[in-house]
């Protein structure tokens, strides 16, 4: 059965730190790994990683795969009070099998 | 990217009865998913909705408890029969988009339907 853990559970940091949100899985014929910002109702996508090594930036998030470990993490840098949401990771072979999610309250 | 819309948003029933939500997708897409989120949890896969043909369950999901349509590759509906407070949640449809040049796939969420079973 395909499985994605994601840690921590929560996190409360203060504005202006950084963090970094881990993701781990086991994805039977991995084809990518994908993060999400929830904050209301629906998830809102964030990156999709496909390649080992390659980060990818958003501003001050960033994203990076590792396929050999089967891990991924999630950076943001100088966080604000709206980057307070769960923080989601799917790992996909043609669905998506999500983790439990990181709960990132960010305090001013 | 891909617009969704569900209805309804939200909607609170009585126990025994059943609900059915929409999901309007504003292009044509192969694939279609319904995702269950239940308080304090993650998402959670339903089904595929396959179009023409039956939707594709996941393990601890039937086709009776939650029948799903999907007549066309814009439109598809899930039904929560014979509700009880256990299948109070947030439901979600899902699209996956692929994209040419590069070649990548992306999926994309509804803005999900809170039931509320009393």
């Known amino acids: 059965e395909d499985k994605v853990v994601q840690s921590p559970l929560s996190l409360v940091v203060h504005e202006g730190d950084t963090v970094t949100l881990n993701c781990s899985y086991e994805?039977?014929?991995?084809?990518?790994l994908l993060w999400y910002k929830q904050e209301k109702k629906a998830p809102t996508f964030l990156f999709m990683l496909?390649?080992?090594?390659i980060e990818k930036k958003s501003g001050r998030l960033s994203s990076i795969l590792d396929k050999k470990e089967l891990f991924s993490i999630l950076n943001i840098t100088a966080t604000q009070t709206g980057d307070s949401a769960i923080y989601l990771c799917?790992?996909?072979?043609?669905?998506?099998?999500f983790g439990k999610g990181t709960l990132l309250t960010v305090n001013p | 990217s891909a617009v969704i819309s569900q209805k309804p948003s939200r909607d609170i029933c009585q126990r025994g009865t059943s609900l059915t939500i929409q999901c309007q997708v504003d292009s044509q897409v192969t694939m279609m998913f319904w995702y269950r989120q239940q308080p304090g949890q993650s998402l959670t896969l339903i089904a595929t909705?396959?179009?023409?043909?039956?939707?594709?369950?996941e393990s601890g999901f039937v086709i009776d408890k939650f029948p799903i349509s999907r007549p066309n590759l814009t439109f598809s509906t899930l039904t929560v029969s014979n509700m009880s407070p256990e299948d109070s949640s947030i439901y979600l449809c899902?699209?996956?988009?692929?994209?040419?040049?590069?070649?990548?796939?992306?999926?994309?969420f509804g803005p999900g339907t809170r039931l509320t079973v009393l």
């Open positions: 496909t390649s080992s090594g």
């Open positions: 899902s699209v996956e988009v692929r994209f040419q040049l590069p070649t990548y796939n992306e999926q994309f």
């Open positions: 909705a396959n179009q023409g043909s039956e939707a594709t369950y």
């Open positions: 799917g790992g996909s072979n043609y669905k998506l099998t």
């Open positions: 994805v039977t014929n991995f084809r990518s």
